[in-house]
């Protein structure tokens, strides 16, 4: 019912700055808690970012605390992370997630999310 599209990837120098974008199509896109994972090469998916269905909660893992920003603009219909001081750790295939019918009440596991988008590849030189 949720199709998600990632946009905004590419290459960044460390220290510098992107944004993500996840567009949303669906009936009930203000109903689903969203969130942001990430996988690097040879590395299990990794939790980044989510937020509560108005935006107004949020949740960051510790790696990127204080550098990334979720946020979310339900009348567009999108999502967004904005990172900020990006380091080569950074650099992963970022995925956006939609909740689905069932929720645990933790954003942090990827199982409770069950709509994805095909990811959009964000890479830090150094």
């Known amino acids: 019912q949720v199709q998600l599209v990632e946009s905004g990837g590419g290459l960044v120098q460390t220290g510098g700055s992107l944004r993500l974008s996840c567009e949303a199509s669906?009936?009930?896109?203000?109903?689903?808690?969203m969130a942001w994972f990430r996988q690097a090469p040879g590395k299990e998916r990794e939790f980044v970012a989510a937020c509560s269905r108005s935006g107004g909660i949020t949740y960051y893992a510790d790696s990127v605390k204080g550098r990334f920003t979720i946020s979310r603009d339900n009348a567009k219909n999108t999502v967004y992370l904005q990172m900020n001081s990006l380091k080569p750790e950074d650099t992963a295939v970022y995925y956006c997630?939609?909740?689905?019918?069932?929720?645990?009440?933790?954003?942090?596991?990827?199982?409770?999310?069950?709509?994805w988008g095909q990811g959009t590849q964000v890479t830090v030189s150094s």
């Open positions: 669906g009936r009930t896109f203000s109903s689903n808690r």
């Open positions: 997630a939609a909740q689905g019918e069932y929720w645990s009440g933790s954003y942090y596991d990827a199982w409770n999310y069950a709509y």
